[in-house]
């Protein structure tokens, strides 16, 4: 037998030493090659290395048999019968258990592989493979918000019983398999599908089960009395239903959690490398670039360390109308980190489950005994850090709990603040009483909470004269301080129930009522028809705004009923809707105008100097206005508004602080709740699915995803209808010979489609372009766009006019552009767009 490797001009005369040679001289790979057979110019080729050796030792076996050579048509006739039925075998196996040839061939002895697509990928040589994939199996069913786990276990049994059957047929069928080695793995394939959830076919062996593949870690509940809290870790063998009689916390394996999910692949050195990047910017994009974290890197110069930020808010899981509404109200409490990569901040992956409370153990005993636990972990995290493996090299990682997130009442809440705006000192920021409030139309630096005033307000022990209702367990975290946490949601602040809500509906009732510029149903109507236009969903699926009679007032007034999403996409519409309708010079129409300027300048993604100022004197101008035209004091929230600049430069930008995602996370603890009938210890309910959960994403690495997806298909962008018009030169170093394009690619969790339009802001001119193509060239990917002229910027619409395109088209990288995707809006008989900076973040 000849060398199947080309170059090499030796022969062999038995198997043994053709092996050794393959091995010893040219080291072949036992998996992942390409075995092509020599003998007697046999065209079998395989891609595993034990098939090849059985191929060739039986290929020797029939040469040295003398009645072989006699029968040599006759035997090869069952020599090929023998292997087809082995193929088919073989395949039949594998397509039960989900798996293509091709998957087949290329598996490796891993247990676990990550594919291009976040998948898992299954050897099903081993019958443990099969185990694995069943476990993902299980686990994927837990990933569902509207199974339960005794659902789960009834769903294996009812497959259980298939491929049981499954089973027996085909162990009936293969009766006369007379391979030894074919007959002994099919064995074991056929008791495996017998038995296919045996080994975690309850939750004590599903949870001993994946503790073993340490990826799963049960949470503990974090026992209160009146005198002494008491940790008891869960054991997976008690009373599922148990539910101590005392209070309280399920507290979560927080040190697992983040070892884990940065020891995933890329994650700590992306989150190291993009940390690096944003403290090199000279303005303030990111918590990092804040005073409060130079304040505490300063502590720890020679160490590495990562903020984290707490999030806590309560959410109903009865029924709202129902009698038992509120009674099982459960306060969620999780925690992310500030500085992974943008695009991933919004998955709800990312967003990690801290512990879970009943809101009516808050008011039973305080949140600080229920919480001091999760405190003390937290700080053991910071003080002690956790050691990972780096490049061979073992690094320690501070994380620091450094900021709380939350809405007002729950922050408030967690901090040991007066609860509610009717207090008299409701400000957790400054001393300012409620009644001077009202008129505030700026902060005032000298009423500023520092520790000083607040410990003397601890002294004096009085809420209604400090705001102060007790000392807060979070003063106990070495990095962390209850005046120090510069922390606001501008989902509430802004959007819901918030400074628009109080703003337009003023402004409506003028255009409306008042003066009669529009009707609601116009009003209505113009929604519709910029809904068709837009790409913002929340536009078109928001419901009309109607109307109600204030009997007080003795007049009408219009109502929202709009989610904070819904709100925020219909402020930034605002101009387009009824500017055309509007006189220039109203003041209202000024004050509008002065509003939705102060939101965009708001949610900036980046601060400068400047920028500060000019926000600090549009907060003053909008309140200014809003008191002397309406005649109104001013609310809360419009006081919490004074407070942005300062709070932007202690904590970045408030934009990231938006709790749109953190909110969306108990969508599906809530949808959970509702279909299952526990109530005895439903934060126990919860954790253990947000393990499974955690568990499931871990196993599929689900926390950072691929950056590009689309339907791309190979193409020569020579012979494409547009390339003629392509201005040159082009500053790109793409080929165009050998491109994949596509008429729409989601990048990022941003969907960019043909016919959208990209801005540019370049030396103060507003550059438009229209996608024509996406084109992925390697790794980067890059936009063929047609360049449209722009107006000017109108101010009364506060948007810019389209003109016309200039069929003259530019490729660009992606990232060359300002903000999302666009569509052009024909207002007035004119095409206009508003660009959407403060859109970049996904919720």
Known sequence: MNCMIVECSESFSSALEYFVHLEEVHRIPKYDFRYECTFQNCPQIFN????????????????????????????????????????????????????????????????????????????????????????????????????????????????????????????????????????????????????????????????????????????????????????????????????????????????????????????????????????????????????????????????????????????????????????????????????????????????????????????????????????????????????????????????????????????????????????????????????????DTHEFSDYMRNKTNYNEDLLIANQSETGISGNSVFNDLPSFHVVENKSVDPMHDLFSQGICKFGLTEVLNYCIFKKGYINLKQLNLQRQIIAKTCIDEELKRMPDIGEIYLPKQKHKSVTFKMTSSEMRCFVHYFTLLIGEFVPYEDMVWKYCLCLINLIDLCLKRSFSNSDITRLKNEIDAHHRMFVELFEKDLKPKHHVITHYPTIIETSGPVANMMCFRNEAKHRGFKQYAHVTSSRKNICYTLCIKASLQFCYDLLNQNFFTKEIVGDFESCDMKCRHYFDKIVQPIQTNIKFENVNCSSSVEFKGTLYKRGSFLVKLENSIMNLYEIVEMVLNGEELYVVCDFWEVGIYNNHFLAYEAKRSTSQLFIFEINFFDGPPLKLNFISGRFMFRVKNSFNNCY
């Open 48 to 439: 595993q290395w034990q098939r090849f050796k059985k191929h060739v030792v039986n290929h020797k076996f029939l040469a040295q048999q003398p009645s072989v050579h006699n029968q040599n048509n006759d035997l090869n006739e069952q020599s090929e019968c023998q292997n087809s039925k082995r193929r088919r075998l073989d395949t039949h196996l594998i397509e039960n258990a989900g798996l293509s040839n091709q998957q087949e061939d290329s598996a490796t002895n891993n247990t676990i592989q990550s594919t291009h697509k976040d998948e898992l990928t299954f050897s099903f040589e081993d019958p443990e493979q099969t185990e694995i994939a069943s476990v993902n199996f299980t686990l994927s069913m837990h990933m569902r918000h509207n199974i339960t786990r005794k659902d789960v276990y009834f769903i294996q049994s009812e497959v259980n019983k298939i491929t049981s059957k499954l089973a027996c047929a085909i162990e009936d069928l293969t009766l006369d398999v007379t391979d030894a080695e074919v007959s002994f793995k099919l064995k074991k394939h056929l008791c495996t599908m017998k038995n296919l959830f045996k080994s975690f076919n309850t939750d004590h062996k599903l949870f001993k089960y994946l503790e073993n593949l340490n990826c799963f870690a049960l949470p503990s509940i974090i026992t209160t009395t009146q005198d002494q809290i008491v940790s008891m870790p869960i054991d997976a063998s008690i009373d599922f239903e148990f539910e101590p009689k005392q209070n309280f916390l399920l507290l979560m394996p927080l040190e697992f959690q983040i070892k884990a999910f940065f020891n995933s692949p890329n994650i700590l050195q992306a989150t190291l490398d993009n940390t690096s990047k944003l403290k090199q910017s000279l303005d303030i994009k990111n918590f990092v670039n804040g005073s409060l974290w130079r304040s505490i890197e300063n502590k720890y110069q020679n160490d590495i360390i990562l903020p984290v930020w707490l999030y806590s808010d309560e959410f109903e899981i009865n029924d709202s109308l129902s009698s038992h509404s509120s009674r099982h109200s459960v306060c969620g409490i999780y925690y992310n980190f500030p500085t992974i990569p943008e695009h991933y901040k919004a998955k709800l992956s990312n967003i990690l489950v801290a512990g879970m409370l009943k809101k009516q153990d808050i008011k039973n005993v305080g949140i600080n005994r229920l919480i001091n636990e999760m405190i003390s972990k937290f700080k053991e995290i910071e003080t002690k850090g956790i050691l990972f493996d780096v490049n061979g090299q073992t690094i320690m990682i501070r994380f620091v709990l450094s900021l709380l997130q939350g809405d007002n009442l729950g922050i408030h809440t967690m901090l040991m603040l007066a609860g509610g705006f009717n207090a008299r000192f409701y400000c957790r920021f400054c001393k300012r009483p409620k009644e001077l409030l009202k008129n």
